[in-house]
T-cell receptor, first 112, second 114 residues
Framework: QQKVQQSPESLIVPEGAMTSLNCTFS??????FAWYRQHSGKAPKALMS????GEKEEGRFTIHLNKASLHFSLHIRDSQPSDSALYLC????????????FGSGTRLQVYA | NSKVIQTPRYLVKGQGQKAKMRCIPE?????VFWYQQNKNNEFKFLIN????????QIDMTEKRFSAECPSNSPCSLEIQSSEAGDSALYLC????????????FGPGTRLTVL
């Protein structure tokens, strides 16, 4: 059964900082890797996703995947107070209609 | 913004009572998932549907929950006899197709079992 773990559990950074969030997974055959963001009382919303090894950048956000290390990460450049939220990594296995397996989140707080 | 609608937003039940929540997936999304998010933010997959058919469900859902996604009506998830451990945020998500990975979530129904 897929195990997904996130680190750190919480993070407090100043506005403008680079923030790095980490996620490890256990099934090397996993096919889809995503970061979701959940503001308090709101729906989790997909931020970025990646299917194959490498890096993808969208605006201030970069996702990096290394399947051999069973690790992917999210980097936020120039962190803003509006980035304060719960960040969840999610992995999809090889089943066609398989569910996402989520980590238990990193609570990020960005202060002005 | 996601257009997955979940009702009610909050639900309070006594132990042993039934608890029912509903979900309207995004228009054109035939695949629906239900997850349970506990107070430690841990997600547990409960069940998923493609159109009206169950694709997968876990043991707990099979035994104590009933769920359906009838055509032209909201999907629903009902706990037959609520337990204190069922207190959680129940999230509904929908997806474009069985092979499409991204899931779009609703805001959830927060269930408190007293």
């Amino acid at each position: 059964q897929q195990k997904v773990q996130q680190s750190p559990e919480s993070l407090i950074v100043p506005e403008g900082a680079m923030t790095s969030l980490n996620c490890t997974f256990s099934d090397s055959a996993s096919q889809y890797f995503a970061w979701y963001r959940q503001h308090s009382g709101k729906a989790p919303k997909a931020l970025m996703s990646i299917f194959s090894n490498g890096e993808k950048e969208e605006g201030r956000f970069t996702i990096h995947l290394n399947k051999a290390s069973l690790h992917f990460s999210l980097h936020i450049r120039d962190s803003q107070p509006s980035d304060s939220a719960l960040y969840l990594c999610a992995v999809k296995g090889t089943q066609v209609v398989g569910q996402l397996t989520f980590g238990s989140g990193t609570r990020l707080q960005v202060y002005a | 913004n996601s257009k997955v609608i979940q009702t009610p937003r909050y639900l309070v039940k006594g132990q042993g009572q039934k608890a029912k929540m509903r979900c309207i997936p995004e228009k054109g999304h035939p695949v629906v998932f239900w997850y349970q998010q506990n107070k430690n933010n841990e997600f547990k997959f409960l069940i998923n549907f493609q159109n009206q058919e169950v694709l997968q469900q876990i043991d707990m859902t099979e035994k104590r929950f009933s769920a359906e996604c009838p055509s032209n009506s909201p999907c629903s998830l009902e706990i037959q006899s609520s337990e204190a451990g069922d207190s959680a945020l129940y999230l509904c998500a929908s997806s474009l197709s069985a092979s499409y990975a991204e899931q779009f979530f609703g805001p959830g129904t927060r269930l408190t079992v007293l």
